[in-house]
C-alpha cells in the first residue's frame, strides 16, 4: 500500500541506549520530515530533508540524527536516549511545495524513555 | 508569535450543532492543511487546500490567501467527529503546524 510506513510502533528504552526510528515512503516525495508530539505541546519539527543527500534542522533537534542516502528512507536516531525524549513520534512525507502538494503520515512511534 | 494559530484551543459542542475551526498563518504558503487525529491514533489529512473552498461529506475547508487565514466547518456533528483538528501550511521548505483544537462532541 502506498503511504508512509513507520517502524516501529512502540519500543521503551533505557536511558542511554540508542535506537533508529524508521520511515519509508514509496510516492516519490521529495520532502520528508520527523516531529515529536507532547502533550499540549502540538507537534514540533525535528529534522526535515528536502530531497536525497539533504538534511536541515527544526525546532528541536538536539539529541536527534537524520540521513537521507535515499529518497525512500528518512531514519531517525537517538544517540544516547533521555527520558525527555518520550513522546510520541511522526514522519511525514510530501511532495514538491506548490498548489498540488499533498502531505502523508506515517502512524507514529510512542517511545518511552526510562 | 507562532507562524501558524488555530482557534479555539478546546471546543465542546453538543451533537449536531455547526462547529467552526480557524486557522491564521503569517508567512507565505503554497498549500494548507486540514488534519485530524484521534486519541492515541495517527494523523490523517482532510483536506489540501491551496485556494477556495473544499467539501467532504459533512466537512467544508475554505481558505483565504489574502487575509492568510482558513476554517473548517463541521455540519450536523457527531459524537465520532470529536478529535483533535490540526491546520498545517506548506511553506518554501517544511510543513509548519498549528496548536490544534480539541474537540468534543457530546451526544
Redesign the interface.
Known sequence: NAGVTQTPKFRVLKTGQSMTLLCAQDMNHE?M?W?RQDPG???R?IH?S?GEGTT?K?EVPDGYNVSRSTTEDFPLRLLSAAPSQTSVY?C?S?SF????????????TRLTVV | KNEVEQSPQNLTAQEGEFITINCSYSVGISALHWLQQHPGGGIVSLFMLSSGKKKHGRLIATINIQEKHSSLHITASHPRDSAVYICAVQGAQKLVFGQGTRLTINP
Open positions: 520532502y520530515y516531529y505541546m502540538g507537534l519539527l526535515y528536502v536541515a527544526g511522526f511525514a510530501s511545495g506548490g498548489r498540488n502538494t499533498e502531505a502523508f503520515f506515517g502512524q507514529g
